[in-house]
Antibody, heavy 119, light 107 residues
Framework: EMQLLESGGGLVQPGGSLRLSCAAS????????MTWARQAPGKGLEWVSA??????YYADSVKGRFTISRDNSKNTLYVQMNNLRVEDTALYYC??????????????WGQGTMVTVSS | DIQMTQSPSSLSASIGDRVTITCRAS??????LAWYQQKPGKVPRLLIH???TLKSGVPSRFSGSGSGTDFTLTISSLQPEDVATYYC?????????FGQGTKLEIK
């Protein structure tokens, strides 16, 4: 069974940093592009960042503050989030692309990890 | 960036009704369109990709159509378990923007 398990969320002050991780199992992790999406409380889904094996992509709202990376030897996806803002408060999901392309539908989702930015 | 607009934002329908949700892209995206279902408190689930290709395991009462800028998700006969928020998403290029969601309830 394909699974994704996020970790690393928590409460952080504005301007602080967090690193989220997403451990993958049940599929050949290095073959697929991966994505981070988020959902603010009571709001809709927002695409945040994606990584293939060659390229990284970011939403304008996080560009310059978030860095996505992956370790295929550990089957793990990461996002380093710096200079966090109150508006970054959300449930952060990692999701698997259907293919090697970052531009594809997402067929496996983790349960999410909550990030709260507040003073 | 291309914007995705869903309509309606919410709707209420009866069991057995035919339900249609619309998604409009601000520019043409060919058929690079996915639909997701998110039940309350649950993780999003991919229902349809390439505008009309049903994901394996998704009930056949769900269907998708459209190309270019206008797309629809149809539920042919609404069931109680279909209560959810439905999102479209474009993926022709980054950012892979989601629509704002359509909340579907039972009347």
């Amino acid at each position: 069974e394909m699974q994704l398990l996020e970790s690393g969320g928590g409460l952080v002050q504005p301007g602080g940093s967090l690193r989220l991780s997403c451990a993958a199992s049940g599929f050949s992790f290095g073959t697929y592009a991966m994505t981070w999406a988020r959902q603010a409380p009571g709001k809709g889904l927002e695409w945040v960042s994606a990584i293939s094996n060659d390229n990284t992509y970011y939403a304008d709202s996080v560009k310059g503050r978030f860095t996505i990376s992956r370790d295929n030897s550990k089957n793990t996806l990461y996002v380093q989030m710096n200079n966090l803002r109150v508006e970054d408060t959300a449930l952060y999901y990692c999701a698997k692309s259907q293919s090697f392309a970052a531009t594809d539908g997402f067929d496996v989702w983790g349960q999410g990890t909550m990030v709260t930015v507040s003073s | 960036d291309i914007q995705m607009t869903q309509s309606p934002s919410s709707l209420s329908a009866s069991i057995g009704d035919r339900v249609t949700i619309t998604c409009r892209a601000s520019q043409g995206i060919s058929n690079y369109l996915a639909w997701y279902q998110q039940k309350p408190g649950k993780v999003p689930r991919l229902l349809i990709h390439a505008a009309s290709t049903l994901k394996s395991g998704v009930p056949s009462r769900f269907s998708g159509s459209g190309s270019g800028t206008d797309f629809t998700l149809t539920i042919s006969s609404l069931q109680p378990e279909d209560v959810a928020t439905y999102y479209c998403q474009k993926y022709n290029s980054v950012p892979c923007t989601f629509g704002q969601g359509t909340k579907l309830e039972i009347k």
